[in-house]
Structures are given as structure tokens and as C-alpha cells.
């Protein structure tokens, strides 16, 4: 079956713009968690949806926001982009088990 | 954010040595999950485990659920070239079903 699949692969954005990115989860996974990753660092926590409700949440600025669709798919915008945002942004969708699956991330850049 | 405590940071190793690398808690897990990420993309899962003192097999690779659930350890045998990545640890505590991870251990093989 299709994997996680994550929209755009690559983006440059100006700062002060703002970003939408894609995640669609594998078929029948309804939970769906958003990671930042910089260069050297592991991977920091933003959010997780499940069933359109956001069940988790991590130490992140008000900027970051995320939404899911009745059909598990989600998006995560950033407004107002900071240099310091630039990032792979990681998306893993899990079914009933605890096992995440990862898309191949969007790498953004903030110039 | 919480994160496990991974070690060793990084290893620079000979083809064809062992590997070892350990995630350690103050807390009690359920699962433990090992992971590798290749540069750009996304983790990819490479072993689950579900029950204290559990030992799994991947190929060369083998994890082992601590019998204190508050540690796991991922041996990879006969290193070759495509080791070469970063290994993250995850765990999920209880009813909580966060994922928390480990900061990575990055695996460099020399030449």
C-alpha cells in the first residue's frame, strides 16, 4: 500500500511569509504527528491529530498550527517564517499500533 | 521537548566492527521502537519491541526491550558502508500515546 506522502518536498519562503504543507497518511491511519528536524538535531515535537481532534502538543511558538481532515489528512502552515524555521518538517501517521511511519519530510527554507 | 537519553551522540567505526547504542529513561515504556534516517529523508522504522526483555533480529540488527523498561539497546553486527545514518530510539509510556524520542546517534563509518 502507498506510503506517507508529503507535499511540497522543497520550498523557499521569504520571512514574514507564510507556509502550508501537506502530509496524506497511509491508508486507514488516523493519527498523524508533525516534527521539526535542523541540521544536527533530532526530531522536535509540534503536534499530533487524531480523528481531526489535536490530541498532543509540543513547546512550539503560536505560528505553528496544524489541522486534519475527515479523510486523516493534514496540513501544518507556519506563519509569519523566521530564518530560524527553516527545516525538515517530518510527518508520521500511525494506525492502531505504535509504530510511526514517516513521509520523506519538506525541507523549507526561510530566506 | 521530553526526549529519552540516547547515547553515544555519534561513532565513527571500521567496516566490518559491532555497533551498540542504548536509550535510557527515568520512566517505564511500553514499546520501544528503533529507527535509521538516511541525509533528506524520513526514519524508517527498523525494529519494534512490545514486552520487557524482548529481543528482536533485523538482519544484522538486533534490539533488545530492557527488563526495567526503562532502557533499550540496538547491536548492529559487521558494519557496511550503508549503515551509515542516524538511529533515533522511541518510546510510548502508558495511555499516553505521544511518541518520545531520543536525540540520535549518528553512525559514521570511516574509510
Known amino acids: 500500500k502507498a506510503g506517507v506522502t508529503q507535499t511540497p518536498r522543497y520550498l523557499i519562503k521569504t520571512r514574514g511569509q507564510q507556509v502550508t504543507l501537506s502530509c496524506s497518511p497511509i491508508s486507514g491511519h488516523r493519527s498523524v504527528s508533525w516534527y521539526q528536524q535542523t541540521p544536527g538535531q533530532g526530531l522536535q515535537f509540534l503536534f499530533e491529530y487524531f480523528s481531526e481532534t489535536q490530541r498532543n502538543k509540543g513547546n512550539f511558538p503560536g505560528r505553528f498550527s496544524g489541522r486534519q481532515f475527515s479523510n486523516s489528512r493534514s496540513e501544518m502552515n507556519v506563519s509569519t517564517l523566521e530564518l530560524g524555521d527553516s527545516a525538515l518538517y517530518l510527518c508520521?501517521?500511525?494506525?492502531?499500533?505504535?509504530?510511526?511511519?514517516f513521509g520523506q519530510g519538506t525541507r523549507l527554507t526561510v530566506v | 521537548g521530553q526526549q529519552l537519553n540516547q547515547s553515544p551522540q555519534s561513532m565513527f567505526i571500521q567496516e566490518g566492527e559491532d555497533v551498540s547504542m542504548n536509550c535510557t529513561s527515568s520512566?517505564?515504556?511500553?514499546?520501544w521502537l528503533w529507527y535509521k534516517q538516511e541525509p533528506g529523508e524520513g526514519p524508517v522504522l527498523l525494529i519494534a519491541?512490545?514486552?520487557a526483555g524482548e529481543l528482536t533480529s533485523n538482519g544484522r540488527l538486533t534490539a533488545q526491550f530492557g527488563i526495567t523498561r526503562k532502557d533499550s539497546f540496538l547491536n548492529i553486527s559487521a558494519s557496511i558502508p550503508s549503515d551509515v545514518g542516524i538511529y533515533f530510539c522511541a518510546g510510548q509510556r502508558g495511555s499516553n500515546y505521544q511518541l518520545i524520542w531520543g536525540a540520535g546517534t549518528k553512525l559514521i563509518i570511516k574509510p
Open positions: 508520521a501517521t500511525r494506525g492502531d499500533g505504535t509504530e510511526a511511519f
Open positions: 519491541l512490545y514486552k
Open positions: 520512566s517505564i515504556f511500553n514499546t
